[in-house]
């Protein structure tokens, strides 16, 4: 576009040029500046709108089908494409169109690239939009057991929110190559953690594993439904695990949804089975120690009512 334009210049001067004062033609390129200008507004902002119009159309697709890193992989993909294709090239002109899109060496430039990090970590992150081994809103952990929430995911890196609320940033080719323990891998498989319960020897094991399992499934954050039935071992949720030094090891699975965090499950589960197990009158067993306080005086009085006799 720009290269059309300047390619006129030229010829224009050297035809008009001569018939026109010097006053005229200061007239004449100034109101030619100010056109130019003016287009050039317009085109800017046609650009603009189009990538308005695209961040808009991603939150709507986001809004009735969720994010996900696909989208999010998409949106930031024909953004680029909007100002490489409506930007860069219209304002370089024909050569640099044709040099980017006719040219049989475009092949060998994106192959030669690809050992970039820049085009690797867009590649790496068109394979993890298409392949999703993890998306956002998922719990994932990496080899050196960092742990966090996928957030987002751009053109380069993946974003993800650690326990302490702090944003840990790993380019797309690295999480892309980790090898990662995905806790939310499918959807309709609900998350688990096991909790263990410990009570004294004297408790009713019977009656400590029906307060748990009640407990348990009437927690609001927990997917566990107390369908326990005294005849069928089967359906049984709660477990005596173990035998300890003071204290009896009761178990359970406690399931919960993928947007729940594991702390606030365990806070709420331990807080409700305590109290549960203390109303009724079930000891929660833990360590003590005995002292015992001898008095010096008698010590020596048995002392020496050993040594005379």
């Known amino acids: ?9 030229p010829n224009f001067l050297d035809n008009e040029m001569q018939n026109y004062s010097k006053e005229e033609l200061a007239s004449i390129f100034l109101i030619v500046a100010l056109i130019f200008i003016v287009l050039m507004a317009v085109y800017i902002f046609f650009v603009f709108l189009l990538l ?50 006719g040219s049989t060496a475009v092949v060998a430039a994106v192959v030669g690239l690809a ?16 392949y999703k081994p993890f998306d956002v809103g998922s719990r994932i952990m990496f080899e050196d057991g960092t742990a966090g929430i996928v957030e987002k995911l751009t053109l380069r890196h993946v974003v993800l929110k650690l326990v302490d609320t702090t944003r840990l940033i790993v380019p797309n080719s690295k999480a892309n190559t980790a090898v990662i323990i995905n806790y939310s891998y499918e959807e309709q498989v609900p998350r688990s953690i096991e909790m263990h319960f410990p009570i004294s020897y004297d408790s009713d094991i019977d009656k400590a594993k029906e307060v748990i399992r009640t407990t348990i499934a009437s927690c609001e954050l927990t997917l566990n439904e107390d369908k326990y039935k005294e005849n069928d071992p089967k359906t049984r949720s709660v477990y005596f695990l173990e035998l300890r030094d003071s204290s009896l090891i009761m178990g359970a699975t406690v399931y919960y949804g993928h947007g729940v965090r594991t702390e606030l499950v365990r806070d709420e589960v331990n807080t409700k089975v305590f109290k549960a197990l203390a109303e009724n009158g079930i000891e929660i067993p833990y360590n003590y120690m005995n002292v015992v306080m001898r008095d010096g005086s008698n010590d020596k009085k048995a002392i020496a009512m050993q040594e005379v006799g």
């Open 1 to 9: 576009m720009l290269e059309s334009i300047f390619g006129l210049l």
């Open 115 to 130: 050992a970039n990090d820049v085009i690797k970590n867009m590649f790496a992150g068109l394979e993890i939009s298409i």
């Open 52 to 101: 308005k119009l695209n961040k808009r159309i991603f939150k709507r697709i986001e809004k009735k089908k969720g994010s996900s890193i696909t989208v999010q992989f998409l949106q930031k993909a024909i953004s680029l494409a909007i100002i490489v294709v409506w930007g860069v090239i219209p304002l370089g002109g024909k050569k640099l169109a044709q040099s980017l899109l």
